[in-house]
């Protein structure tokens, strides 16, 4: 449990840190074009950026605290705790698989190829593996607290389920 609160605090100042950066960085492409009269060559593209990050890790933190879409049809149609606990069980299995295919692996491939490539961005001429790093390291973090919801939810009395979450 101290693991994964750990994790929880550094993630939510990453993101608020990136955040704030975002907030920034914009700021200052709306001054330097409409007060300095002379656009920032890099601020569009750093804010992309940012907004990559933001998003990918966001996700990640938001399927720790179980604010992962989810259909609200099936658990209306669900009769019993049991069913919630089967329900549940699903649904991390899902996000799991997926954060396997297509966040560690396919995103581990993309960096691969582009690290490869030696591909730089446009306007910063950072190599893009670098950005896209975000991808496989946002599927592990999906994949961790989908394996922590799975084990707390098995762990928690038939009581204590919840099929809305």
């Given at each position: 449990m101290k693991f994964r609160a750990l994790i929880d605090k550094i993630l939510f100042w990453v993101l608020v840190s990136l955040m704030g950066l975002m907030v920034i960085n914009v700021l200052w492409q709306v001054a330097s074009r409409y007060l300095l009269q002379s656009p920032s060559s890099f601020?569009?593209?750093?804010?992309?950026?940012?907004?990559?990050?933001?998003?990918?890790?966001?996700?990640?933190?938001?399927?720790?605290?179980?604010?992962?879409?989810?259909?609200?049809?099936?658990?209306?149609?669900?009769?019993?705790?049991?069913?919630?606990?089967?329900?549940?069980?699903?649904?991390?299995?899902?996000?799991?698989?997926?954060?396997?295919?297509?966040?560690?692996?396919?995103?581990?491939?993309?960096?691969?190829?582009t690290l490869i490539l030696e591909q730089p961005s446009a306007a910063l001429g950072i190599p893009l593996g670098y950005v896209y790093t975000v991808i496989p390291l946002s599927g592990v973090l999906t994949l961790y607290y989908s394996i922590h919801n799975l084990i707390l939810d098995y762990n928690k009395p038939l009581e204590a389920i919840d099929i809305d979450n």
């Open positions: 601020t569009d593209e750093l804010s992309r950026f940012l907004l990559i990050w933001v998003g990918l890790l966001g996700a990640g933190y938001a399927t720790g605290k179980k604010l992962h879409l989810a259909i609200d049809l099936l658990p209306t149609y669900l009769n019993g705790k049991q069913s919630g606990r089967k329900l549940n069980v699903v649904i991390n299995i899902l996000v799991g698989l997926f954060a396997i295919l297509v966040l560690i692996w396919g995103g581990s491939n993309l960096v691969y190829i």
